[in-house]
């Protein structure tokens, strides 16, 4: 069955990019110590970045982390998601206007003007497509924005939240919890590494 995950790496204090970010600037000010477990040697790190992007039939992220991953200094063959681990998960933005051109046109981008739920919807498609494709579940990965998770949150669309707590105090930047409504969640994992404690829990409603 194809579930909705939200995944996503935040710092102790709450944050999910450091001051000021922006397309040459995307995770803020210090912002990249939250992805070293992304990129470390530690095994435990490798087996859940591995884990993670295999179960990815469709990502979604909004506008704003699109126009990051797709500038000048975005994803390329290295640093793209799931680099080097994952084959080529469509990918959904969540968008008031498509943009007028794609710099990473090799990646099977969808770009829906008409909400998170009817955004989430063609990703849950695509995802299930690709489940049938393969023959195994496949699920629809949220990788971001802070604001597209808060409001999938907030709207019941997420099955998992993931997280990626980093050992970092960022002390400002982009907020993942602010204005959040009260929710009950269930822990369901627990990995620790020598560069992040990843959380893995399920919604109840």
Known sequence: MT???ADISVS???FVTGPDPGPDNGLGTGGEALHTWAFS???EDRRVLREATA???AVVLGRRLFDVVDGPHGWDDTSGYGAGEVGRPAFVVVTSAPPESVRTADLDWTFVTTGLPDAVATARERAEAASADSGRDLDV???GGAATIGSALDAGLVDVLTLHLSPVV???GTSLFTGAAPRTLVQRDVIVT???THLTYDLTG
């Open 170 to 172: 960022l002390g400002s």
């Open 141 to 143: 990965v949220l990788m």
């Open 3 to 5: 579930r909705i995950i």
């Open 41 to 43: 040697d530690d095994p």
């Open 55 to 57: 179960r990815s039939g």
């Open 194 to 196: 020598s560069t992040a």
């Open 12 to 14: 102790l204090d709450g």
